[in-house]
Every structure is written in structure tokens, then in C-alpha cells.
């Protein structure tokens, strides 16, 4: 079996959530717990931290992982989904898993994958365990997938773990309300294990710090300790965040993720760090500040707020859902430009009303339909975009898209690529 053959195996012989939604689902844990012993719990072997939420969990992720590696760890990073390559979501040291150890894993286990049955998911969680594992990496960054009680990577007893924040999302397998999904988030909590909060929201605080004291779970909610006060963009293009309150970190941080939402996610990996200090875990100001000012570049992470190229400016990000697409929304408006070309999909199980409603009306639309089972069809996101009085039309791919778009824009113009994680994996 070589490379592809494994590929081919694992995207077609497993449930990915990804393409075919909801089949992929599983609502317990006991394939992974069965694939946990087969393995001989390889987990148990390096220290972990949890990260869960509705956004931002990906980007807090990376950023953890770029300042322990900068402060001399080797670092595992477990993620989803991946935008380019399947091995995206497996890096140590920001190296992805190798092509010979994705088919090996498949080859030496098939019989097991086969036995078991796992989803894409429960999979990929076993293979990125037994990679850490075999490399002896010293922490891991874990990054839950849809929610967190009943999530494959909720079998780790992690040092922190972290819940970004709580939005309707998923609601299908999570519970149709922001309190529900809450509980369902709040299930990574674990028995004395410190958990960080990273914005507090009123109407859901009480889950957490109940959950928190039932387990005795020391609880810190990251924004009403640490705010940052102001961001400027220096001459090369980077974020520049002043921090606010009582803290031993830095001051002034530099971080190369353009997105304006990404000071939310650096308070939260900040609080973290100040957490994980401890006489076994050095984590000097220096390696913070390195760490924040190259996440693109130590740890690969792609999608958010990426400028794939100016004049006119392109932009893509891979919000999802409202909470997310309303953060890039309001900053696109604080962007300048003459004119906006927005290529838009969306995927089937999203309430995408909700979504278009956020959308700038002065935009010219190219609907399109991302290459997955998925993806909303490109007539019908054109027909309920046309409803609520957004104009276009509708391409037959991704790419033919950004094609006409690039033909159309003046210079001072603006494209964004965005609504699904799927339209911005074709662009990249």
C-alpha cells in the first residue's frame, strides 16, 4: 500500500464528518476507547492540553504550540480540519506527520480500522495519540472537533483545559440552544484540572463555574483578568497588541495573524501560559513573544485573515458560523476599499439564512459550491442570497471564480473568499 492507496482507504472506507455530515457522527466514545487499548493508551505517555469552542480553538492551539516550541519543547499538534493536505491536522514541531507513517499506520492497522469501524475522526485522533507517542514529544496540543463531552480527544487528562467560547454551531449534534451546547463544551472539564474560560458570556457563566466547582476545577475566565487595550499593524504587516491588567507577560505583543478577532484568542493562550509556568515548565517572555510574532510559520497555521495577494487585496478565512463570519464581517468593513467581491458557499447543515443576513449588501457575489457531499448546492445559496437582496451569480467552481473575480477587480478593489472552510482548502 503506498501513500494514496492509505489516503484513498481512510477517505473512503470511514465516515468524514467533513463530506457527509451527520453519518459521520458517533454520540459515544466506545470506539475510541476500543482503539485507546489496542494501542496500549498512548496518551498517557506525554502531557496534553484540551482546547474546545465554537471559534477561535484552532487559532489558540496554534499559538500554544509556537511558544512551547520556542521555549525548547517538543510539541505535538492535533487539529481539524485540514484546509490542503490530510496530515496538516498531525505536526510535531510543526512538522507534519510523514506520508511513509500515514501509510504505515494504515497498512500495520488495518485490520483493526476494519474490525472497529471507527468515523475519519475517531481514527485520526488513534494515529495522532500513537504518533506523539512513538516520538516522545513532551506536550501536545489537542484540539477537541465538534464538541467536547463526547469527543474522541475526551479521553485525555490534560494539565489546562480550555473552552474559547460558547455560539450556535453544530447545533444538530450539540443541542439547539447556546445553553446546551455550553454543557456540552463544559464536558472537558476534568476533576482538579485548571480550565480556562476565554470569553466570558453572562447568560452561560453559571455552567462553567458549576461544572468547575463540582469537580473542583480551578476556573479563570481569560478576558476579566487580561484585556488588550489597543492593536496597531506594524510596517511588515503584523499585528502589534498593547495587554492591559495585572500580568507577568509581555506588555506589547507582535503577532503575525491579521484577524482583529485574534486578540480574543491571544488573551486565552496567554492566560495559559501564565497557568502552565511552574518549576517543570519554563516558558520565558522571550519564547512568548518569538512564539506570537511567527504561529504561520512554526506551527503552519493557514485561513485566517490570509492575504493571498494585493492590489486588489484577497483575503481568505475560513469562518463558519455566525459569531465567526460576524467578527470577519465587521472587519472587512474597517477595511479599505473601492469595491468588495465576495465568492461565497456555504455547506448543507448550517442555518445559512442566519448567515447571509450578516453579509454586506454593497458587495458584488460569486456563489459557488464547494468539491464535497456537503456543500450547500450553488443555486440554492444564490436563490436565499437573492432574497435578502444580495447580488451575483453563481460559478461552477471555486476556482472559476476567483478567476472572473481577478478579471473584474481594479486594484483598489477587495476579494474575499470565504462562508465555508471547504471554498478557502480549494483557494489554498
Request: aromatic residues 8%.
Amino acid at each position: 500500500m503506498d501513500y494514496k492507496e492509505a489516503i484513498n482507504f481512510l477517505f473512503n472506507q470511514l465516515p468524514v464528518y467533513q463530506r457527509e455530515g451527520k453519518a459521520a457522527y458517533k454520540s459515544n466514545l466506545d470506539n475510541t476507547h476500543e482503539l485507546d487499548h489496542y494501542f496500549s493508551h498512548p496518551h498517557r505517555s506525554f502531557k496534553t492540553i484540551h482546547v474546545a469552542g465554537t471559534n477561535g480553538k484552532g487559532s489558540v492551539a496554534h499559538m500554544l504550540a509556537s511558544i512551547l516550541q520556542h521555549a525548547g519543547y517538543k510539541t505535538g499538534l492535533y487539529t481539524s480540519p485540514h484546509l490542503k493536505d490530510f496530515r496538516e491536522r498531525i505536526r510535531i514541531n510543526g512538522e507534519m506527520i510523514s506520508e511513509e507513517q500515514v501509510t504505515k499506520f494504515v497498512t500495520d492497522h488495518h485490520e483493526i480500522i476494519e474490525k472497529v469501524q471507527p468515523s475519519f475522526f475517531e481514527m485520526t485522533v488513534a494515529m495522532a495519540f500513537k504518533h506523539f507517542a512513538d516520538n516522545q514529544v513532551d506536550i501536545a496540543i489537542i484540539e477537541t472537533g465538534l464538541g467536547g463531552r463526547l469527543d474522541s480527544t475526551n479521553i485525555i487528562t490534560p494539565l489546562i483545559s480550555i473552552i474559547t467560547n460558547i455560539g450556535l454551531d453544530h447545533t444538530q449534534f450539540l443541542g439547539n440552544s447556546i445553553e446546551k451546547i455550553a454543557l456540552e463544551k463544559a464536558g472537558i472539564i476534568k476533576q482538579n484540572i485548571p480550565v480556562i474560560i476565554g470569553e466570558s458570556q453572562e447568560e452561560i457563566k453559571y455552567i462553567f463555574t458549576s461544572r468547575a466547582r463540582e469537580l473542583q476545577a480551578p476556573i479563570y475566565f481569560a478576558d476579566e483578568t487580561q484585556r488588550i487595550d489597543y492593536s496597531t499593524v506594524n510596517i511588515v504587516g503584523q499585528q502589534v497588541f498593547r495587554l492591559t491588567g495585572e500580568t507577568k507577560l509581555p506588555k506589547e505583543l507582535v503577532c503575525d495573524q491579521l484577524g482583529s478577532y485574534q486578540s480574543k484568542n491571544t488573551i486565552t493562550a496567554l492566560k495559559a501560559v501564565e497557568l502552565l509556568r511552574n518549576p517543570d515548565i519554563n516558558i520565558p517572555n522571550r519564547s512568548v513573544y518569538d512564539g506570537m510574532r511567527s504561529i504561520s510559520k512554526t506551527t503552519g497555521l493557514m485561513g485566517r485573515w490570509q492575504i493571498l495577494g494585493n492590489n486588489p487585496l484577497i483575503v481568505a478565512d475560513t469562518a463558519h458560523n455566525k459569531e465567526g463570519l460576524s467578527q470577519v464581517v465587521d472587519q472587512i468593513s474597517n477595511t479599505a476599499w473601492k469595491k468588495l467581491h465576495f465568492i461565497l458557499g456555504a455547506v448543507n447543515d448550517k442555518n445559512v439564512e442566519d448567515l447571509l443576513s450578516l453579509l454586506p449588501r454593497d458587495a458584488k457575489y460569486y456563489f459557488v459550491q464547494a468539491a464535497i457531499p456537503r456543500a450547500l448546492d450553488k443555486y440554492e445559496l444564490f436563490s436565499k442570497a437573492m432574497k435578502l437582496g444580495l447580488t451575483g451569480d453563481v460559478y461552477d467552481s471555486v476556482e472559476k471564480a476567483l478567476l472572473d473575480a481577478q478579471s473584474i477587480a481594479e486594484s483598489c478593489d477587495m476579494i474575499f473568499i470565504g462562508g465555508s472552510t471547504f471554498v478557502v482548502a480549494e483557494v489554498l
